[in-house]
């Protein structure tokens, strides 16, 4: 019985974790659809020390003109600019990576402020990571005309295995819970009643579950490499949504990467959604991403490495990603058409990544 | 009862000792930056705050925290 004990506390050699890599990209992103052009930089660095810690600092900024349908429909407002940047901090210990993060979000009538704390463990000589985190935002929603604040709570918990099926396939099942509560709708959008307009009104609490699956596959003689993901989605607020995307990816010689993808999503909307109510109720929206719709989209990816091993960078490489969107709503109506409303959305990343 | 507990105990612990199927040296191909779930973190940051803040689903992602800049 000793011995089978013994033998049972034999861990075989491990692939033992790694922190993660140390890069640093520079990306500008730019967004345009349905009226809104959104625009801006992004910065990512994160250097290691001592092979067991980790710092990562972020900058993101979102540059926004135009005027989406809410907008022209509602002749109401909308921030500007929003600017995030964020920290963060790993320690690696044995195969066991913990880390901790901070962000904080500002536009002229929304600030969001979210700590981030998360804990994977490698199992089975690295065949399987076991992966939880949990995240606490804390949100201030305004309105630039009058003096309206009101505040947001939410608490996020993620838990995902990741397991090494062969030696060309990996796959993931992740779950994450997100509760919210205190005021949930965007302070400007109005719904309608009888064609009148009257300020939404949600629920002040939202809790939802999202289930997501993943497995790549690298298909060795021809040197590609398949992704495919699915979610599931629901809520408390009675949205229900799946989305499968598929991606195909293989290099082009030994400095070239191209990819190719595209992406299905289908919603059914909020219970307490309508396009024109026939009556005032508790709750009502008219946010059309609370609506029933689907979309879809296709999207390419090419990169190119510039350089190896010069001075003290091992690489540089240029990427371009292109995603055009198609949203299509079932009962959110275009009130200057009568029409359902349907547009296109084109989706622009140009970045640079460095590895030291 | 006692033994089926017991042996309950040393097969779930002979699971630690499982001898990984995939060694370490077959991994060349999981290594490979192309099998990532995540290849460039800082995109699919881009990419999913692109689609959550004009789809109710959220979440089993890979972003965390942020605002809205989604008029």
Known sequence: ?356 | MRKLSLLLIVLLLGACATEPWVRPYEREALADPLMSFSQDPIADNVRTHVLEVREGARGAGESHGGGCGCN
């Open chain 1, 1 to 356: 019985m000793l011995a089978l004990l013994l033998a049972a506390f034999y861990v075989a050699p491990a692939a033992a974790a790694t922190l993660p890599e140390e890069r640093a990209d520079a990306l500008y992103h730019y967004y345009s659809g349905g009226g809104v052009d959104v625009q801006g930089p992004a910065l990512l660095v994160r250097k290691n020390f001592a092979e067991k810690y980790s710092v990562s600092a972020s900058y993101y900024v979102d540059s926004v003109s135009g005027a989406s349908i809410d907008v022209v429909t509602n002749a109401s407002a909308y921030s500007e600019n929003r600017s995030q940047f964020g920290v963060g901090f790993d320690y690696l210990y044995g195969d066991t990576l913990m880390n901790i993060s901070y962000s904080q979000s500002d536009e002229n009538d929304y600030e969001a402020k979210t700590m981030v704390v998360g804990l994977s463990h490698d199992f089975f000589g690295g065949m399987s990571t076991l992966a939880m985190g949990f995240s606490r935002g804390d949100d201030t929603v305004m309105r630039v005309d009058t003096m309206f604040e009101d505040t947001i709570d939410r608490f996020q918990y993620r838990l995902g295995w990741t397991q090494i099926l062969s030696p060309t396939l990996v796959a993931a099942i992740n779950y994450e819970g997100v509760a919210e509560e205190g005021f949930l709708n965007n302070p400007y959008r109005s719904a309608r009643v009888l064609g009148a307009s009257v300020l939404e009104r949600y629920p002040r609490t939202r809790t939802s579950n999202a289930l997501g699956l993943q497995a790549n596959k690298y298909w060795g003689d021809r040197s590609f490499v398949t992704r495919l993901k699915y979610r599931f989605y629901d809520d408390t607020w009675g949205i229900t949504a799946n989305n499968i995307e598929l991606i195909f990816s293989r290099r082009i010689g030994e400095k070239s990467e191209v990819g190719l993808g595209g992406r299905f999503y289908v919603q059914n909307g909020a219970s307490f959604y309508s396009d024109n109510f026939d009556q005032e109720y508790l709750y009502m929206a008219r946010d059309k991403e609370l609506s029933d719709f689907t979309s879809v989209s296709f999207g390419g990816r090419v990169s190119y490495e510039l350089f190896r091993d010069r001075g003290r960078f091992a690489k540089g490489k240029l990427t371009l990603m292109y995603d055009r969107i198609h949203f299509s709503y079932d009962n959110f109506t275009d009130i200057r058409s009568g029409e359902l409303y349907e547009f296109n959305a084109n989706v622009i990343q140009l970045f640079f990544t460095a590895w030291y």
